[in-house]
């Protein structure tokens, strides 16, 4: 499975972003995706995921202002990104492991395929 990212870039606060990853090089049903992200010195944290039938758990960070989703049709994961905060700016990374369980983890050592990244830099 091959993961590409985009839609990163530099906003203001209050702001939105869409972030995209296309996926390509195997089945896209059966997996559980994610966008993961990972600001210097910290750990990467799980931002959303979403099951192979598109049920989304969200990080409390996050809840109520990003929304994970899914184009089927076209094997694209999605992130919506609104009320941007500056302690949002990270490497955002999109990722996958097989599973067709209904919930999916946001730790990010299950997960097996990694886009290269796409930067959210979010300025007062």
């Known amino acids: 499975v091959q993961l590409v990212e985009s839609g990163g870039g530099s906003v203001q606060a209050g702001g939105s972003l869409r972030l995209s990853c296309v996926a390509s090089?195997?089945?896209?049903?059966?997996?559980?995706m994610g966008w993961f992200r990972q600001a210097p010195g910290k750990e990467r944290e799980g931002v959303a995921t979403s099951s192979s039938d598109g049920i989304p758990i969200y990080a409390d960070s996050v809840k109520g202002r990003f929304t994970i989703s899914k184009d089927n049709a076209v094997n694209t994961l999605f992130l919506q990104m609104t009320s941007l905060k500056p302690e949002d700016t990270a490497m955002y990374y999109c990722?996958?492991?097989?599973?067709?369980?209904?919930?999916?983890?946001?730790?990010?050592?299950?997960?097996?395929?990694w886009g290269q990244g796409t930067q959210v830099t979010v300025s007062l």
């Open positions: 090089g195997s089945t896209y049903s059966g997996y559980c």
């Open positions: 990722a996958a492991h097989r599973s067709f369980l209904r919930s999916c983890t946001r730790v990010s050592t299950r997960y097996d395929y």
